[in-house]
């Protein structure tokens, strides 16, 4: 969807710019990769054909800037398996001019991270993730990049209650997260004399998640800033997001979509006074980077080994975020571990259970994450709503439970039970993937 804005306002109240003070810049951006490599099973994304749409992208544009908004890693089994090195290797051929973190880059844990660092041909931004020092966990809060005689300030940041609500502390070592607006305020004022532009990098929260919206604080308080390219929400912006001339963007996850942000600068004012906005899909039409793709290949030839082999056999397509796959992988794990209530977050699925002959890369797909399953035995009158909405029990009875270790340890997470119950699970079974398999292969069919 295109948008068009003009700022006729701000050009009424500005001075009376000289020729040549407004210059054209254009932002290519994605969010929330998540290591899909590969396209999906119609052919579209993956990295190969990503890199063609920008490709293609830059050669349409005199002066581009390629901003990636965190979440490189986790979500297929390439990333898992080999603890997320071979998506910063395959990520270095996209052309990122910067990049944050995201959540999941914690993933496997802050050295690991570390190691993605290192190994990036990019600068990673993250001025709010630092230690007791001060110190920023990559080096770089921000970049200045000038681009088409456009001095582009990029702040990289990620959402305020990252530690431990979205990353363990013992993920996180020894990194706290600073406020978001605070830090952008901060690095903005900082930053300003040197910049005819600031954008934000953010891996934050907006009007999906409940009880914070970063990316509107951003725009409303700090007025220095005029563009937010977001992550985390999956789901693309119908329409740019604009407050007084200032817009976020944000674009799909998987490699599904890049965004193309054509903007207009005035450089006496350090203001936009022209934005427009459009979605690319990253379709099988496009044909895949040849550099790309062989990296890819590599990197998937090893794992194919150990995913690609039949498990069974599915009647009834689930598509991504239907109801009916939370609650058939939830019989799976109840029926695995012997419990009466297994109980697991949306957030946990993370791909569709098409109908058909199902594999192990496709239930790894399904549940990316590494998650153990810990169970626990509770009065019914003990169990948190989250559970009880879904699984309606007797105050008075005993119900042995099982969830996430993720959900164990962070359960008043709002997408998890939403408050601290101060339950207990002590008992620990086997990762959550495996146990869905070995279920799979002993129904043969489901469901």
């Known amino acids: 969807m295109t948008r068009r804005f003009l700022l006729w306002l701000i050009l009424s109240l500005a001075p009376v710019a000289v020729q040549g003070q407004v210059k054209s810049l254009t ?62 290797e395959v990520a270095n051929l996209l052309g990122f001019d910067a990049s944050t973190l995201g959540n999941h880059e914690f993933d496997y844990g802050w050295r690991r991270l570390q190691e993605f660092v290192r190994r990036a041909r990019f600068p ?17 809060p921000w970049l200045i990049k000038k681009v088409g005689g456009v001095r582009v300030g990029i702040i990289g940041v990620l959402m305020g209650d990252l530690i431990p609500v979205r990353v363990s502390p013992a993920d996180a070592g020894p990194w706290k997260v600073l406020p978001v607006v605070e830090t952008v305020r901060r690095y903005a004022a900082e930053i300003r004399d040197r910049c005819d532009l600031i954008v934000v ?52 996850f998987n490699a599904d979509q890049l965004g193309r942000l054509d903007l207009k600068v005035d450089l006496a004012t350090k203001k936009l006074t022209f934005a427009e906005w459009k979605k690319i899909p990253v379709t099988f039409s496009l044909p895949p980077a040849p550099d790309v793709d062989r990296l890819v290949k590599k990197w998937e030839s090893k794992v194919s080994r ?29 029926e695995q571990t012997g419990a009466d209530i297994a109980w697991i977050s949306s957030g946990t699925i993370r791909a569709a259970l098409p109908a058909g ?86 129904k043969r069919t489901i469901p």
């Open 201 to 252: 990098l953010g891996h934050i929260y907006d009007f999906s998640h409940p009880g914070a919206n970063e990316v509107a604080d951003i725009l409303n308080q700090v007025p220095e800033v005029s563009v937010v390219v977001a992550g985390h929400n999956h789901d693309a912006y119908a329409k740019m997001l604009d407050v007084e001339g200032r817009v976020a963007v944000l674009v799909n």
């Open 27 to 88: 932002i290519l951006h994605s969010n929330d990769l998540h290591a899909h490599l590969l396209p999906d099973d119609h052919g579209n994304g993956g990295f190969a054909r990503l890199a063609t749409a920008v490709r293609r992208e830059k050669a349409n544009c005199k002066a581009c800037l390629y901003l990636n908004a965190g979440d490189i890693v986790q979500g297929t089994p390439v990333s898992t398996i080999y603890r997320g090195m071979p998506v910063y």
């Open 306 to 334: 150990l995913v690609d082999f039949p498990i069974g056999q599915n009647t009834v397509a689930l598509p991504f975020r239907d109801p009916r796959e939370r609650t058939l992988i939830e019989r799976a794990l109840a």
């Open 357 to 442: 002959e199902i594999t192990a890369r496709l239930i790894w797909n399904v549940l990316s994450y590494d998650n153990t399953m810990m169970s626990g035995r509770f009065k019914g009158s003990q169990l948190p709503p989250a559970i009880t909405a879904r699984y309606p029990v007797d105050p008075e009875r005993e119900y042995t439970v099982t969830v996430a270790q993720y959900t164990a340890e962070n359960q008043s997470a709002p997408d998890q039970f939403g408050a601290e119950t101060g339950l207990n699970f002590p008992v620990k079974g086997k990762e959550m993937r495996d146990a869905v398999i070995e279920w799979i292969r002993k």
């Open 124 to 140: 990673v931004l993250a001025a709010n993730t630092v230690d007791d020092a001060g110190k920023t966990f990559t080096g770089k």
